[in-house]
Structure formats: structure tokens, C-alpha cells
């Protein structure tokens, strides 16, 4: 929301030219991640959700709206790299990310260990969708076999994923972010 606002005069303003920065910049790092994730990306010999850690950190950086609309970015690239072809991904990541730029004010506060505590809610929630699905499509369903090695992996493999996520975004916001007037006077 703050890319919305002008606070020097108190009115909303739309400052088209940093948008439209941010957006190709962070479409790129989506793009990036998500070719990152599907082709060699691997941690605890798992597949983190990386795309989803950095639509999760434009939501919780950039507000909800912006969170929304990278989640749907995020997921249709996964999906469509991934060869998958289309499936709930681009809706979840949506949710995710636009619930995590809508509730940031009201725990706690915009921060880097708020961020993490976000992405361990966010990733458990992630990772029951997971067994959900593994759920309906396998023909024989152990619980405790894909908890132990696929969820629980996976789950810590997105928190290490987390982490970096979060500081590209907060370095790209911060790089682009316009100073105020009083900021801008020589002293």
C-alpha cells in the first residue's frame, strides 16, 4: 500500500513510474525463482517452495493487493515450467500472499522474525494442502510415510527458502523506494 500513497500531502497518489519498476523487477524474481525451483533447485533433498516464499514477501512487504497479484504470477509460472499444466497453485498462492500483506499490521509487526512466523504458518498450511492432494491422487495413502519424507522436508526446505526471499524483497523495495521531501533536503 505505501507504493499507493503519497504521505506528504496525505492524499493517494499513484506513483506510476516506481509501480511499474517494481512490477517488471519483481515479475523477473518470480520468473527466476520459479525457473530456479523447477529445474535445480533443491534443499534437504526436497524441493522448496521458493516462488511461493517470495509472493508470501511481496504481499507481507508490499501489501495485500501486490501479494495478491505476484501469487497468481507465482503459481501460474510454477505450474506452467513445472509442466503440470494448470491446477490450484495461482489460487493458493493468491490467498497466501494477499493474507499475509492484509495481516501484518494486526500480530505483529513489519519485520524479519514476523515474516518467519508468517511463513511457518504459511508453510504448514502449504504443506497439509500437500498431503490433501497426495491424498486424492495416490492409489495407496500412508499419512505417516509422506509426512516423514516428503512434508516435513519440504516444509523446512521452504524456511531456509524463506529467509532469502525476504531479503531480495526488502533490498528491491528499499532500493526503489522515493524519499520524502523533507528527507530530501540538504541540511
Known sequence: MAVFRNLDNGEKTLNKKRVIILAIIF???IFISALMQTTFLSVFGKVP???FAVSCAIGFIMGGRAGAVSGVFAGIC???LGSTGISFSPIFYMLCAYLCGELVGWFLSK???SF???SLI???F????????????SESFDLWKIIITLLIPEYFAYLVCAIPAYGAVFG?????KGKKKRDKRSY
Open 27 to 29: 515479475s523477473a524474481l
Open 49 to 51: 517452495a521458493l516462488t
Open 78 to 80: 510454477v505450474d506452467y
Open 111 to 113: 519485520n524479519l522474525p
Open 116 to 118: 518467519l512466523v508468517y
Open 122 to 124: 504459511l508453510g504448514l
Open 126 to 137: 502449504k504443506e497439509i494442502l500437500t498431503a490433501i492432494y497426495c491424498g486424492m491422487v
Open 172 to 176: 528491491i523495495n528499499k532500493l526503489f
